[in-house]
């Protein structure tokens, strides 16, 4: 297997020429990030650096470690080495808790939806408005109202548990949730593998909108034509480690289904 | 030229019927067996005989109460009926040394929540099944009750304040019948309204979601065993004052009775599921149920065999009748 023999090139994150943002200091900047669950290296050493109002396709093979990745930076798990640095200052996630009072935010590829808990319930989940002890039902319902009209999401009951909700409705609840809490990272893992053609037209409405705010957006995807709609720099994973980074401006979807099948790495 | 139009709103009934199926069929259950038994006894329906249904009710109620919380978690507290028969022995063991009741009642709710909590300990923070823990504490304190008490039943002797708990009445109503509507109204308005209630509900619907938006998933679990625990040892505390004595064999098959009642008021097994209505409700069926055919001159050995199989029977009518599948009319077309 690959994983035996590692790459020292790849491992420092060689490959292609790395973009370089000369004066702008990076929001979220990993250096060195590993992870091993039990005998599988899922990260073998992962440099990236997230700017400003950028959005960063994330792309690779399955089992690339782009999820692990992204879980990382959402504090989901936590790396067995390497550092994380957001805004300038190192920081060490004990849990998720940490990273979403960093206003790091994730669209998980599992949705993370509470199945028994209703549309509103869950686009406040771990941030519920009380009012004393008790939940203030009628604000929450009259703001996940705006939130979803904002993102044009339609789902006429809002009181309706989520188990009864189609996948589509549910993605979309998802990014709602993770969009709407003036994050300052987004991390989205498929966000749109479930959705159909207008819905993905309005998430990447949304990621170009949050982008010009000034909010980092991460996108996990498999589908390369959308990259190219929203990204302004491409990353690729290869069995744990990240061996390319192309500007989009320099790149086309020959080069980067080349680089995510690793044919560079064969010959 | 295409024309688009929307979709109509379900109609609200539906949508009531079919959020509501588990308990709007154990409500008709209860309401079945007490049209039941007010047709085939005398006796049933008569106001002190209903009084005593609900003083008798009263324990397994509060502890029923907690159970749904516990269950709602995807747990299971199995060692309910020996946290109770502990609880019982020991306060027994107190009084009788003459230390005031008010001060018991307080130190065994202490005693009770601490049980509760390693429970939830060795759960929550150990990784260990509930299931395997709880078995494990039906065992131990059971077995610490028999070992204080020797196994004999201990008087209590002189404490009227104390009797009252489990033999007085307010406006007519058994005090334990209070506390237990107490217990269930509180349980109620946190399991719905409360940012506890939610936390509990969305640990169990989906633990790592939980986890994941910054609950505190952990503390979480734990904190449900010890609620169990504090019910446990109210439970107990007003069985002593009822019976006026403590005993190691007090509360046996108190488990099952009240996973019974939960499990018919339509809570899932597997967690994110439950209402404390429903609850209620499933606990009163089996009340009425054991009361009734008493009053009827049936065996009481035989009310074992109904009680389990109206269990059964209702809980097969909820999976495969009042499913959220389920419409008015159209039940027949699979």
Not at chain 2, 2 to 24: I, M, N, W
Not at chain 2, 217 to 232: D, F, N, R, T
Not at chain 2, 290 to 304: E, K, Y
Request: aromatic share 8%.
């Amino acid at each position: 297997m690959v994983v035996d023999r590692q790459n020292i090139e790849a491992v420092t994150g060689v490959g292609g020429a790395s973009p370089s943002r000369a004066g702008v200091a990076p929001r979220v900047s990993l250096k060195g990030i590993r992870k091993t669950f039990g005998s599988h290296q899922a990260l073998r050493g992962v440099d990236l650096d997230i700017f400003p109002g950028e959005c960063l396709g994330l792309v690779g093979d399955n089992a690339a470690g782009k999820s692990t990745l992204t879980k990382i930076i959402s504090g989901t798990y936590i790396p067995d080495d390497g550092t994380i640095t957001v805004e300038g200052q190192a920081v060490r996630f004990s849990g998720p808790a940490d990273a979403r009072n960093l206003n790091i935010e994730m669209v998980f590829q599992d949705l993370s939806l509470c199945d028994h808990i209703d549309v509103v319930g869950n686009l406040f989940l771990g941030r519920e408005i009380s009012k004393g002890p008790f939940l203030d039902t009628g604000t929450m319902l009259a703001e996940a109202r705006k939130m979803l009209d904002a993102l044009e999401i339609r789902i006429p009951r809002l009181t309706a548990r989520v188990e009864k909700l189609s996948g589509g409705q549910r993605q979309a609840i998802a990014i709602a949730r993770a969009a709407s809490f003036n994050p300052k990272v987004l991390i989205m893992d498929e966000p749109t593998s479930a959705l159909a053609v207008a819905e993905v037209e309005a998430v990447l409405a949304l990621i170009n909108r949050v982008k010009a705010k000034g909010v980092s957006v991460i996108l996990i995807t498999h589908r390369l034509q959308d990259l190219f709609r929203v990204c302004d720099r491409i990353a690729v994973m290869y069995e744990g480690t990240k061996v390319a980074e192309r500007d989009i401006g320099k790149t086309d979807l020959e080069d980067l289904v080349r680089l995510i099948v690793g044919e560079g790495a064969k010959q | 030229m295409t024309t688009y139009t929307e979709r109509a709103k379900g109609s609200p009934a539906a949508d009531f019927f079919s959020e509501h199926a588990q308990v709007l069929s154990i409500a008709f259950f209860f309401l079945a067996c007490v049209l039941f038994f007010s047709a085939t006894t005398d006796t049933f329906m008569t106001l002190g005989n209903i009084l005593n249904v609900i003083r008798q009710a009263a324990p397994i109620l509060i502890v029923a109460v907690a159970m749904t919380f516990v269950i709602i978690t995807g747990g299971i507290d199995l060692s309910v009926g020996s946290q109770v028969a502990l609880v019982n022995a020991v306060a027994a063991i107190i009084l009788a040394m003459g230390y005031p009741w008010p001060l018991v009642v307080l130190v065994m709710l202490a005693f009770g929540a601490l049980v509760g909590f390693l429970h939830g300990w060795f759960t929550a923070y150990q990784g260990i099944p509930a299931f395997i823990v709880t078995l494990a504490g039906l065992s131990i304190l059971r077995g610490f009750a028999l070992y204080l008490t020797q196994g004999y039943s201990i008087p209590i002797k002189d404490a009227p304040g104390f009797f009252a708990l489990g033999r007085g009445a307010l406006f007519g109503v058994p005090v334990p019948a209070l506390i237990a509507v107490a217990a269930a109204v509180i349980g109620y308005v946190v399991i719905k309204s409360t940012k506890y209630g939610r936390q509990v509900v969305a640990v169990g619907s989906n633990m790592e979601a939980a986890r994941r938006v910054g609950m505190p998933a952990k503390w979480i679990i734990a904190s449900v065993y010890l609620i169990s625990g504090l019910a446990c040892a109210l439970a107990g505390l007003l069985i002593a004052a009822r019976l006026g004595s403590g005993s190691s064999n007090a509360a046996v098959g108190f488990e099952l009775q009240v996973i019974a009642a939960v499990v018919l008021g339509g809570t899932s097994l597997m967690g994110g599921r439950g209402t404390i209505l429903g609850t209620v409700l499933g606990t009163l069926t089996i009340a009425v149920i054991g009361n009734g055919l008493i009053l009827m001159h049936i065996s009481p050995f035989f009310t074992q065999i109904v009680t389990g199989a109206i269990i059964l029977i209702a809980i097969w009518l909820n999976t495969r009748i009042f499913t959220a599948n389920f419409r008015f009319g159209a039940g027949r077309n699979r």
